[in-house]
């Protein structure tokens, strides 16, 4: 079964630093997704993606953030200063269509990120 | 805005039947989703309702009536496997672009 996936699955980096978390979602899904979650918290949206442009994003996801579709596979999310509140687990997710209701998020298996 | 409230930890027994409940409150309904966390894991989709009713899916099923915004998810013959997290989520018609938005999750233990 075609699934999400996401690399590093850990990722330590010191506070200041900029990172890159990256994605390959499922191959014929169009709508793709960045969601955290702290460590004992509910998972929160971040932003969505749809036709190269961001769809919608949360208050979480200000300036220090970004996303890139940079290539046909590829879906990324880069923050530019890390903060240690940004520790979290970042998942990645994508759907076959938005607005139809019957498509469930499609989950990666997360990266932890870890700042110090 | 929407307002998802589940409970926060159930305790049930292998074999048995559990039901975790979920109420929620939009401005623009779009449907229901369940989702299963294990612990340092991803959500796993497991149900999906957009009309009232029930919707079954082998030992998992899944209630909606949305004029109470109240969902349940029912799980039958309950192997210690189901010990996870189990998460409601609502898709809102506006914005959507499929975005969920999740409630806090129900920590299931199954005891032996």
């Known amino acids: 079964e075609p699934e999400v996936t996401q690399t590093p699955s850990h990722q330590v980096t010191q506070m200041g630093q900029e990172v890159i978390l990256r994605c390959v979602p499922i191959?014929?899904?169009?709508?793709f997704y960045w969601y955290r979650q702290i460590l004992g918290q509910k998972v929160e949206f971040l932003v969505s993606?749809?036709?190269?442009?961001?769809?919608?994003k949360s208050e979480i996801f200000d300036d220090q953030f970004s996303v890139e579709r940079p290539d046909g596979s590829n879906f990324t999310l880069k923050i530019r200063s890390t903060k240690l509140e940004d520790s979290a687990m970042y998942f990645c997710?994508?759907?076959?269509?938005?607005?139809?209701?019957?498509?469930?998020?499609?989950f990666g298996n997360g990266t932890r990120l870890t700042v110090t | 805005g929407q307002n998802i409230d589940q409970p926060t930890e159930m305790t049930a027994t292998e074999g048995a039947i559990v039901q975790i409940n979920c109420t929620y409150q939009?401005?623009?309904?779009?449907?229901l989703f369940w989702y299963q966390q294990h612990a340092g894991e991803a959500p796993t989709f497991l149900s999906y309702?957009?009309?009232?009713g029930l919707e079954e899916k082998g030992r998992f099923s899944s209630f909606l009536s949305r004029s109470k915004g109240y969902s349940y998810l029912l799980l039958k013959e309950l192997q210690m496997k189901d010990s996870a997290s189990y998460l409601c989520a609502v898709r809102e018609q506006i914005p959507s672009r499929g975005m969920l938005t999740f409630g806090g999750g129900t920590r299931l233990m199954v005891k032996p």
């Open positions: 997710a994508s759907a076959l269509s938005g607005g139809g209701a019957s498509s469930p998020l499609h």
């Open positions: 993606f749809y036709n190269n442009e961001i769809s919608e």
């Open positions: 939009t401005s623009g309904f779009n449907g």
């Open positions: 309702n957009v009309l009232d």
């Open positions: 191959s014929n899904h169009l709508y």
